[in-house]
């Protein structure tokens, strides 16, 4: 059996992390909570980050004692059967191959429409997701260094910017006036997508030298996701009217302008495209170990199971990977798919992936610990569920659908062997 080469070190495993992490919605979310909910935004933000630890403290847990590149899909197989691990990997699979190419999108329609090139729109994707199959090609190791690069790039950028916008402006004091439950319920289903990831981080972990050290890396990516969020929100608190239309299509360009003035401008676009290429060469990385793992577990041809001998890299998969999200890409800059379907579909499949692991985790661990965090988690999926409404509850379903598929090919395929030893 095929296996990845252990050569992922702590401080490399905590950028490709935040990389991960770090994507589209750093680009849109504070805004639009803003917009939204005016000096009371801070709210959702501290309640999608508050409710998302047990859930980081299961992924933690299940990453550090069965290390696989599949992942969710290994963690559910292992815990609830194989008909769940398989529907699992399944829709983390179709969860990234929509992801994906949405945050590649989302990058072109900022550089298209701040530097005045419409064919950036498509262009853009295409570049980077070349890019970024070129760079899994190369290995975790090339990969992981680039993001550290990309990340520190990105972390100036966005300190910067902030402390000049609270530094010039005067801090402003956020609200403790309470918003309406609805449009608080709206904002924070909107928001917790910018917590959503770390179940994507966990097809690396398999490549991860110790995984001991893989909780210490999710403490680390979530208090430096928390710390960045934080400052982006005072930085527009300081500069930006919350009634300021353009903070639902480009917060970013209007912190940058009135914090940096005339370097404003340059200032965003450099920040998108550090910000989208860190996201897809992590993502697309990630993508690329899921995809063998779900093969060398009999889910996909076996062919994509293949590593190159020198490095154990599945090259395969990631040429796969890589042509799937260019095509997919094009079509949605295009409009041939819709842009939008893309992103609801995949941070919805991200949440359900989250409850699975939290499932899985209720069932493998033991203790007093394991069944507080299991509780805590079970009132979070529930209420993000409720929250979330027809598009969140769409996603269970599917679940639900293909989760009984796999089970009837399994039983089926059994019956099978049955009768034929029998």
Not at 89 to 99: D, I, K, R, S, W
Not at 242 to 268: F, I, K, Y
Not at 274 to 285: E, G, K, P
Request: net charge positive; hydrophobic share 55%.
């Amino acid at each position: 059996m095929s296996e990845l080469r252990k050569s992922t070190g702590v401080f490399v495993g905590t950028f490709v992390a935040l990389s991960t992490i770090l994507g589209a919605g750093m680009m849109v979310l504070p805004g639009t909570s803003y917009y939204q909910l005016g000096l009371s935004a801070w709210m959702p933000w501290a309640v999608a980050a508050l409710s998302v630890v047990p859930l980081l403290y299961c992924y933690a847990w299940l990453g550090r004692r069965y290390p696989a590149a599949s992942g969710v899909a290994h963690y559910a197989e292992v815990a609830l059967g194989r008909s769940t691990g398989r529907t699992s990997g399944m829709l983390a699979t179709f969860a990234l191959v929509t992801g994906i190419p949405a945050t590649a999108i989302t990058g072109g329609r900022y550089l298209a429409e701040f530097s005045g090139a419409a064919a950036l729109t498509w262009a853009f994707p295409v570049v980077v997701l070349a890019a970024a199959t070129a760079v899994a090609l190369l290995g975790a190791n090339v990969s992981g260094r680039l993001q550290v690069t990309l990340l520190l790039a990105l972390f100036a950028l966005v300190v910067v910017t902030a402390v000049i916008a609270i530094g010039s402006h005067g801090p402003a004091v956020p609200s403790t006036r309470l918003p309406e439950f609805s449009a608080l319920g709206t904002a924070l289903t909107a928001v917790y997508v910018a917590f959503t990831g770390w179940e994507t981080v966990a097809f690396t972990f398999e490549e991860h030298k110790s995984s001991d050290a893989i909780p210490r890396i999710f403490v680390t990516s979530y208090l430096v996701v928390v710390a960045l969020y934080a400052l982006l929100l005072l930085g527009i608190f300081a500069v930006v009217d919350s009634g300021d239309p353009a903070l639902n299509s480009a917060p970013l360009l209007l912190l940058a302008e009135r914090a940096l003035g005339g370097v404003g401008r340059p200032m965003t676009l450099l920040l998108v495209i550090v910000t989208i290429t860190a996201n897809v060469c992590a993502s697309v990385l990630a993508l690329s170990r899921l995809v063998f793992g779900m093969a060398r577990s009999g889910y996909l041809p076996a062919a994509l199971s293949r590593v190159r001998t020198r490095d154990a890299n599945p090259v395969t998969s990631v040429v796969v990977v890589g042509l799937v999200l260019t095509v997919i890409a094009v079509l949605g800059a295009l409009g041939l798919v819709s842009f939008e379907a893309l992103f609801v579909v995949s941070g919805g499949i991200y949440f359900v992936l989250y409850g699975v692991g939290a499932a899985a985790f209720a069932k493998l661990a033991d203790g007093v610990r394991a069944r507080v965090v299991t509780a805590l988690c079970g009132v979070t999926v529930l209420l993000v569920t409720l929250l979330a409404g027809p598009p969140m509850w769409l996603c269970w379903a599917l679940f639900a659908v293909v989760l009984l598929g796999t089970s009837l090919v399994d039983r089926r395929r059994r019956a099978r062997v049955s009768a034929t030893s029998g």
